[in-house]
């Protein structure tokens, strides 16, 4: 099993900037690529950025330019570093891990950003 535990979400003005921190611990040799996903009310689940072990990234759409994925694997954390954050960015951010061996997704308890105009 693996835990992830969020941080850093809160409330900034359209403009500013926020850093989440996903911790993960437990059977972390079964984990390969680790991201964050963010869900609006009433939306859908979308993927924000995801990283492999050996620092490889993927974003979503409209996310890169502004968004960086980062991943201290020592300390088992992955950061993002949001910029320019527009009110269309609120949501629920949510750290995910996938297990190489059995493709299963563990999901954090999600983070609040919420982004006022």
């Known amino acids: 099993q693996v835990q992830l535990v969020e941080s850093g979400g809160g409330l900034v003005q359209a403009g500013g900037s926020l850093r989440l921190t996903c911790a993960a611990s437990?059977?972390?040799?079964?984990?390969?690529?680790m991201g964050w996903y963010r869900q609006a009310p009433g939306n859908q689940r979308d993927l924000v950025a995801t990283i492999t072990r050996t620092g490889s990234t993927n974003y979503g759409d409209s996310m890169q330019g502004r968004f960086t994925i980062s991943r201290d694997n020592a300390k088992n954390t992955v950061y993002l570093q949001m910029n320019s954050l527009k009110p269309e960015d609120t949501a629920v951010y949510y750290c995910n891990a996938v297990d190489v061996f059995t493709a299963d997704n563990y999901w954090g308890q999600g983070t609040q950003v919420t982004v006022s105009s």
């Open positions: 437990g059977t972390i040799f079964r984990i390969n690529v």
